[in-house]
Structure formats: C-alpha cells, structure tokens
C-alpha cells in the first residue's frame, strides 16, 4: 500500500509571484544590511571589514532560511509506504527519486492516536514530523520503539493506510 502525500500545486502566477517576492525581498535585505553596516561603522561601534563580514553573513543566512522555508512548503513532498512488515517513509524533493527517512517495523509498533494523546502517553519520545502544512488531510500520531529509544512520528495518512495500520495493531495484541 503506498501513499504520496502532495499538497496543492501553485499554479503558474503563483509561482512566478513567489519568485518575485523572493527577489523583493533579497533585494530590500541587501538595502537594510548594508544601512546595519554603514550604520555600525559610522558611528565606530566596529570596524569596516567587521561590519561588512556581520551583514555579509547576515544576508546569507536571510537567503538560505528563505530558501529552506520554500523547499519545506512548495518542493517536499512525503511517500508512506506500507508491507506486511513496515511503514516506510520517504522524502520526495520535487520530481526527484525518493530519499529514505525513516522505517517503523510493526512488531515495534505501540500505539496510534491523535497527537496530543501520543505526546502526553510517550512524553519522552524524540518526535519526527513527515506532514505538509499545505496538505488538507489531518495529522496523526504513530508510537514505536527504535534501537534509538521511543520515538512520535507525525504523518497525515487517508484513510486507507490508518485502516491498515489500526488492523495491523489489533493483530499484534
């Protein structure tokens, strides 16, 4: 049983605003930074070249988090793959082939439910998120134990695939 979770497609003047609005912005940060630099060696708080390389720095981390922040929300997309034995689940970036991100075997397999319920259950757990905010299905929890300790993993699956894992957990009680 295999699901790909895909949120909703930008059609093509989303897209094209987006990029605009990307450069926008890139564009004004350049201007604000460069004022911080001017700013900072005006009034001697540091010197040029330590001015320039703290809004170099600066510019390049406003790019990269905007850049992550639009792979995250446009690019990403998650496959959950279910078998006899595992739920697999992957990482699609784009059109690309899927990357491995995390196996749960059923026989480790503890509890399913909603995520508030599984967070207080399994307080301890390390919780690992596969869910697209653009993505209109809800969001469940799934519990297993790994060879790391508990662990939370958040997915969105339809229905189908929580039918099955719910069959799958009151077949191994």
């Given at each position: ?122 307080s301890g757990a390390k919780i690992l998120r596969a869910t697209l905010r653009r993505d209109k299905l809800p969001v469940k929890a799934l519990a297993y134990d790994s060879t790391e300790g508990m662990k939370i993993l958040l997915f969105q699956p339809n229905d189908e695939l929580w039918a099955h894992l ?8």
């Amino acid at each position: 049983m295999e699901q790909r979770l895909t949120g909703q497609k930008l059609k093509f003047w989303q897209g094209c605003l987006l990029v605009v609005l990307v450069a926008l912005f890139l564009f004004a940060a350049q201007f604000v930074l460069t004022f911080l630099q001017y700013t900072l060696t005006y009034f001697r708080i540091l010197d040029a070249t330590t001015a320039y390389t703290i809004s170099s720095i600066a510019y390049w981390l406003f790019g990269g988090l905007l850049g992550l922040k639009f792979l995250r929300d446009y690019v990403l997309n998650y496959l959950y793959t279910a078998n006899t034995k595992q739920l697999r689940v992957e990482r699609i970036y784009g059109p690309g082939r899927p990357r491995f991100f995390e196996d749960v075997y059923f026989s480790r397999l503890k509890a399913l439910g909603e995520v508030e319920e599984m967070k207080k259950r399994f307080s301890g757990a390390k919780i690992l998120r596969a869910t697209l905010r653009r993505d209109k299905l809800p969001v469940k929890a799934l519990a297993y134990d790994s060879t790391e300790g508990m662990k939370i993993l958040l997915f969105q699956p339809n229905d189908e695939l929580w039918a099955h894992l719910q069959a799958v957990l009151r077949e191994k009680k």
